[in-house]
C-alpha cells in the first residue's frame, strides 16, 4: 500500500516517547539537591515535602493501566487494557485483559510506548527528574481543588539537554504530591517532531495516589499528531470495587509558554 513506507517512516519520531517514559519515573533525592525556594510558608512547606518524598514513591504492582492511542490526521484509533507487574527483577510484565481498534496503532503507537516504558528504564532517573538538580523553579501562585489547595511552580531546565521538559508543576498544598506536571520537551528527539507535549494528573484521596492521567501529543512532520492517553491505578479484583472517576483538575493560566 502507499500509506506503509511513509508511515514507517513517521513513527520513528516517537523515540521521544523513551524522553516522556523517564520524564515521569520517580527519581530518588541526593543530597546535592537542596531546596532552592524561599517563598510564603505554604509553597516552601509544599516544596520541601515534594523533594523529600521523591525517594520515597514506589510502583503499584499490580496496576490497571489503560491506553487510548490515535493518528486524527488519519482517523486512525486504538486501545489496550491490561495489568502490569514489577517483576522481582524490577522488569514490567504486562497481562493483556482487551485490545480494540486499529491494529496499525496498536502495534505502531500502543507497543512503542510500552516498549519506551523499557528503555526508559535504563536511563539514570535523577537525569530526567523535575528537581533543583535539573530545574529552576518559579513560584506562580495557588489553585483551590475542592477543600484543598494546590501550589503552581513554572519549572524551565538549566541546561537545553534531552528529555528535560519547560512548563508547570503543580503540588498538593497539604503532602508536596506532584498531582499535575505539564510542558513540552525543550529539545527535540528527531528532526522528524514538531513538538512533543505531556501532562500527568495524580488524583489523590486522603493524601494517598489512586489514580494516573498521563496525556501525550506528538506532533509529527509526515502524519500530524500522534497522541495517547494512559489512565493507571492500583489493580483491585471485581468483589473489591472499583475507583470512581475522578474529574480534571482546575486549569491555570500561569502565562508559561
Known sequence: MPETAPWNRSLLPLIALVSMAAILRPAPLHAADAPVVEYTAGPSQAFARYLAGLDQVTPWSPE????DASLPKLKKQ???RAIRRITTL???DYQVLETAGDPTVRKQVIARYLSAQL????????SVAITPANYNFHYQGVVKIGETAAYIFRISPRKKRQGLIKGELWLDGETGTAIRQSGYL???????VKRAGVTRETFLRGGVAQMRLTSLSIDTRLVGLAELTIRERPFADPGEGSVPPYRHLPSYSSKAK
Request: zero cysteines.
Open 64 to 67: 490497571t493501566i489503560e491506553i
Open 78 to 80: 486504538g486501545r489496550l
Open 90 to 92: 524490577g522488569e514490567a
Open 119 to 126: 528503555t526508559a528504564a535504563e536511563i539514570p532517573a535523577s
Open 186 to 192: 525543550v529539545k527535540r528527539p528527531s528532526i522528524f
